[in-house]
């Protein structure tokens, strides 16, 4: 049998810089929000595989938390998730914004890549932001630096190269099984998902520190079909008292909105109603402590 009747399948990890769109185009490739985004770096923490079935073959891709300099036992967790995604994989997307030049924390990546035994894509996102000139000057400058197997620009925003970009990968994924059924879209729990969701609109409703000082862990999940209902309750873990203020707001107003609009996400997800309760407590620095990382879910098991 040549490869051409032979199902196809493999991992394609998706790494970058902080912010540059990774999870905006895991979404963009399955047609359906599992990744949160947001204008904020570092708002990817864990791996998320997203299951993209094709005529005659299965392509896994893995979102990565942004590479960055890392400080601190959280940032270390999420670079380690990143670097470590591009170990066994069939092809890497390197996922850069048009908008930028290269830079000191691009650098660093391509160092990791000249090490990486699979092939890698130069996917260029955000071209919606630039004229065709300044595309083609970037384009340059990264393919003198590195041998890119293909250098595809895109918008994950907008959709604008998606599909030539995926059907570019169908000739680097070997033969192979089908992994999942090809009706699952992830392989994460409901529950991280939920718990991510609720992150996502602290993430774009606070500032400064605490985003980056928040946690949030589902405790119960109670389904109840007859109802069409699910009932979720779940805590925000924060590091200091001062932003447990800042998260409550002003007479409950600011954890309401959040819960709302979160809500509202759960339900598109799962496709019920959703009764969702949040619990806010402070965990004095959890972010250095070994326990509250496990617990959350960032650490290796
Ligand atoms: N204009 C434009 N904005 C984009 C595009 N793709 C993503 N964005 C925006 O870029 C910001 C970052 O997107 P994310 O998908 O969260 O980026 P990320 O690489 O996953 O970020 P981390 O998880 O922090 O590493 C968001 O505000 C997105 O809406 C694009 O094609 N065009
Ligand atoms: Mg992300």
Not at 154 to 161: E, L, P
Request: one cysteine or more; hydrophobic letters at 40%.
């Amino acid at each position: 049998m040549d490869k051409k009747e032979q199902f196809l399948s493999g991992y394609i990890a998706i790494i970058g810089r902080p912010n540059v769109g990774k999870s905006t185009l895991l979404n963009r490739i399955l047609g359906q929000k599992i990744a949160i985004t947001s204008n904020k770096p570092q708002t990817t923490r864990n791996r998320i595989l997203g299951i993209y079935n094709f005529s005659g073959g299965q392509a896994l891709f893995v979102d990565t938390p942004g590479i960055h300099k890392a400080k601190g036992k959280l940032n270390r967790f999420m670079v380690d998730q990143a670097v470590g995604a591009c170990a066994d994989v069939d092809l890497i997307f390197f996922l850069v914004e048009a908008n930028d030049i290269p830079g000191r924390g691009d650098e660093y990546i391509l160092k990791l890549l000249e090490k990486s035994a699979a092939p890698v894509f130069l996917i260029i996102n955000k071209i919606d932001l630039v004229k065709p000139p300044e595309l083609l000057r970037l384009i340059q400058q990264y393919s003198e630096r590195f041998d890119f197997a293909q250098v595809i620009p895109i918008s994950a925003h907008k959709g604008d190269g998606v599909p030539q970009m995926l059907q570019a990968v169908e000739p680097y994924l070997p033969s192979g099984p089908q992994y999942y059924p090809d009706d699952l879209v992830t392989d994460q729990p409901e529950k991280f998902i939920v718990a991510e969701m609720v992150r996502e609109k602290i993430m774009r409703t606070t500032s400064e520190e605490i985003p980056y000082g928040i946690g949030v862990k589902v405790d119960t999940f109670t389904e109840k079909p007859e109802k069409n209902l699910v009932v979720i309750q779940a805590t925000i873990h924060v590091e200091r008292d001062s932003h447990k203020k800042i998260i409550v707001g002003k007479g409950g107003q600011k954890i309401k909105s959040i819960g709302q609009s979160a809500r509202r996400e759960i339900e598109r997800l799962l496709g019920t109603r959703v009764f969702l309760e949040l619990f806010v407590r402070v965990d004095k620095d959890w972010s250095q402590s070994e326990r509250m990382l496990r617990e959350l879910g960032y650490s290796k098991k």
